[in-house]
């Protein structure tokens, strides 16, 4: 199969660091996701799962968090750019499938809006979804 119609999968999944107010939001890519989440991640909560192609055959995957973050809430991804090649995937997703890590905060303000629903862009690939979408409620 070319390397281009070969199809992956990612996982958002979200660790509760401080309940209502701080997350960590893993994105995680492979071909197969399930006994690797299963094993590990028994605790976190499951958000968007999707599966994609890759446009071009030494290709990679982009988060993009180009939207104006609401209010009282910060979102600060661990690396930049955000991305997964999928050479990596194709590499070492049998033993540690890459991802991308987030971190999510909300401030206890009152004027912090209580439910934040942040879209999140993905290049770089072709799939049914065009952007996953945090949606957490402050506690």
């Keep these: 199969i070319p390397p281009t119609l070969r199809m992956y999968f990612g996982q958002v999944l ?12 893993r994105v995680i890519f492979d071909r197969d996701l399930s006994r690797y989440i299963n094993d590990k991640f028994n605790d976190a909560e499951f958000g968007d799962s ?15 968090f180009n939207e104006v973050v609401p ?22 997703g049998n033993m540690s499938p890459p991802e991308c890590l987030i971190t999510i905060t909300a401030t206890p303000d ?30």
């Design 110 to 139: 009152e004027d912090t809006i209580k439910e934040l629903n942040y879209p999140v862009t993905m290049r770089g690939i072709t799939s049914d979804i065009e952007k996953i979408n945090i949606v957490l409620t402050r506690g």
């Design 50 to 64: 999707f599966s994609f192609t890759f446009n071009d055959a030494d290709g990679y995957i982009e988060l993009c």
């Design 14 to 25: 979200y660790e509760v660091k401080r309940p209502g107010l701080e997350w960590l939001m």
């Design 71 to 92: 209010k009282g809430w910060s979102i600060r991804p661990h690396k930049t750019p955000v991305i997964a090649s999928r050479y990596n995937i194709e590499e070492y």
